[in-house]
């Protein structure tokens, strides 16, 4: 289901309907194929930054092998990527996880993804999800400058794709306006990108300087056939 009033300019690109559904829709296509190259690899256990760096690598191998389709050579995907905020310069900047920038336009319009590990025995996942270090980036301006959307990505180790949903879905809906700052129309919802993404939502959140922003939110099932 579609959000009411989703955005309708691309990262960095406002006012072009058609280029932002593609732009969006490819960046997640990355991301997919990158989940499905490495979920061979045991990663149930495995931190959040060794996943990120894993599937960043999955998708640059193919890129040089050429084996992805030939829209995917206008992307260029780092993990780790320093993002000019004020105020923070040098080795203060924040990195976001995952950047995928797209050549295509003069402005190289970037997305933003952020990620988190989602497991049953650190009760604290949905929390930090949700947190500062999580959704906050985005909230606080200092993830998703350029334009009124991201991506948070949850990478789930154990329970269900399903189980997180649940879970996040009613921590975002507990303190919805104080803490989260989800605009009238920014309720958790279903929201299918593409087949290979099983599970999908999104939210729409207000922010201090720069609009309301939209944050589609992606879990990635890591777990192994023991834990499933």
């Not at 990195?95 to 295509?104: C, P």
């Amino acid at each position: 289901m579609l959000l009411p009033g989703h955005p309708s300019g691309a990262v960095g690109v406002p006012g072009r309907d058609e280029y932002a559904t593609q732009f969006r829709r490819h960046c997640h296509q990355l991301i997919a194929f990158g989940c499905g190259e490495i979920r061979g690899e045991d990663h149930s256990g495995s931190d959040e930054d060794f996943i990120t760096q894993r599937l960043k690598e999955a998708v640059k191998a193919a890129q040089h092998e050429g084996t992805l389709p030939g829209w995917a050579e206008r992307y260029f995907i780092t993990d780790q990527a320093p993002v000019s905020v004020p105020n923070r310069v040098g080795k203060e900047r924040p990195k976001i996880d995952i950047e995928i920038e797209s050549t295509e336009s003069r402005s190289r319009p970037a997305y933003h993804f952020e990620a988190k590990r989602l497991r049953i025995d650190d009760s604290h996942s949905a929390s930090e999800y949700l947190g500062p270090d999580g959704l906050g980036m985005f909230l606080t301006e200092l993830y998703g400058r350029s334009g009124d959307e991201g991506g948070m990505l949850g990478y789930v180790q154990s329970e269900s794709p399903e189980h997180w949903a649940n879970a996040i879905r009613s921590k975002v809906q507990r303190d919805p306006k104080r803490t989260h700052k989800l605009a009238e129309d920014g309720m958790w919802r279903e929201f299918p990108l593409i087949a290979a993404l099983k599970h999908t939502y999104a939210t729409r959140h207000a922010r201090p300087t720069l609009g309301n922003i939209t944050i589609h939110h992606t879990l990635l099932d890591f777990r192994t056939s023991e834990n499933v």
